[in-house]
């Protein structure tokens, strides 16, 4: 069996590796190649191609590089038709992988099947996808129960496991460990930092963040600590440019985990990073820049959701804080951040996340996921 994979950030590259790792619990013969990152590598995936090469953020961003994207996109498609890939499986990244998915249609029909892993957010956006979606895909494995029931009118086989981050988010020691380890002195308290895994989430958020910690320390009156989170996908000298002349910051090498655990309160880039957070339970903040025109045209495609962060989606209600775009900034976050310093909206916030934590499933999701493509897939019918 040939299993081709397409995972295009950091936190598919995670996920495909969890499941890859999974996969070959069950079948070790079987063989993985794909686009990816070092996670999927370690886990004995062969890269055609890193996600790096596709890392871009905001629509309008995607439009200036799209002959590029075109030409990765087109790489793809002929490795897994020379490959003879048996099964493709998409992993996120939405617009990249469903414009993938009609090619590999195209080129090689039915002879190769496709799953797509973490459905698009299409019942906040777009809504009109999922019949698209139904077309170019043979499943979809989904994150949250109630996205099963926007594939359902159209036929399309949809499964839900369960979260795979349920029960798997633990920091790698204990708070003290933890403490020691990033030379926290007694008393002293720290701020998580997650900017995001792509180099233009860090030079849109990472400097307003860490204006943010230093407007907190002046209210503050102490030199609290900052925990910059840096993800695999973000080269090491990225983060140290903004870093130089800023007192007082630790890199946390690929260990958002430890970041949250061992800090009071976290500032949190929108994305999968937010649920990350909840299963951690320190309580924060998430904030969102995108280019101006991105951020116009994603307001008039957006219609008829509240909220962004997929904690809040999930709760129905505003359990953290959304700073997006002009609200971003320094001030808003620093002021955010000390109500969640400690009193009741500390209290709240903490309990929220519980139950948001709690509502993502058991532990397990991934292997169950991996038995049913097995099952599914492993006859390659």
């Known amino acids: 069996m040939r299993i081709f994979w397409v995972a295009g950030e950091s936190s598919g590259d995670r996920h495909a590796a969890h499941l890859i790792h999974e996969i070959n619990a069950l079948q070790p013969d079987w063989q993985h190649r794909g686009m990816g990152g070092e996670q999927m590598e370690r886990e004995g995936c062969e890269l055609d191609a890193n996600l790096s090469e596709a890392a871009l953020m905001g629509l309008v961003e995607v439009i200036r590089h799209l002959p590029r994207l075109l030409k990765l ?11 003879q890939a048996d099964l493709v499986i998409l992993v996120d990244f939405p617009d990249f992988n469903l414009a993938l998915a009609k090619a590999i249609r195209k080129r090689r029909g039915s002879k190769t099947k496709i799953l797509y892993y973490v459905s698009p957010q299409v019942w906040a956006w777009r809504k009109g996808r999922a019949k698209t979606i139904a077309h170019r895909v043979d499943a979809m494995a989904v994150l949250f129960p109630f996205e099963q029931e926007v594939y359902r009118p159209y036929g399309l086989e949809t499964v839900f496991f369960g979260h795979p981050l349920a029960g798997e988010v633990e920091p790698s020691a204990s708070v003290d460990e933890l403490r020691k380890r990033f030379e926290l002195k007694e008393g002293q308290e720290a701020v998580a930092i997650l900017p995001g895994s792509r180099a233009q989430e860090i030079e849109r958020h990472l400097p307003v963040q860490l204006q943010a910690l230093e407007r907190l320390r002046e209210s503050k009156g102490e030199d609290v600590v900052g925990l910059v989170a840096r993800a695999n996908t973000v080269q090491k000298g990225v983060l140290s440019d903004y870093l130089q002349n800023v007192p007082n910051v630790r890199i946390v090498e690929d260990g958002a985990y430890d970041a949250l655990a061992a800090a009071r309160v976290g500032m949190v880039k929108s994305g999968t990073s937010t649920v990350e957070a909840a299963l951690i339970g320190t309580p924060f903040v998430v904030l969102y820049r ?3 025109l991105t951020f116009r045209l ?20 505003e359990v953290v804080r959304e700073r997006i775009q002009d609200e971003a900034t320094a001030g808003h976050l620093a002021s955010d951040l000390l109500e969640l310093w400690v009193g009741e909206r500390r209290d709240k916030t903490i309990a929220g996340l519980k139950g948001v934590a709690e509502s993502l499933g058991e532990s397990g999701a991934t292997a169950r996921l991996a038995v049913w493509i097995v099952d599914r897939f492993g006859g390659k019918g």
């Open 73 to 83: 996109r087109d790489r793809l498609v002929i490795a897994v038709d020379e490959w």
């Open 290 to 292: 995108t280019s101006p």
């Open 298 to 317: 994603a307001r008039m495609l957006v219609r008829g959701v509240k909220y962004i962060a997929m904690v809040n989606v999930l709760a129905g209600r």
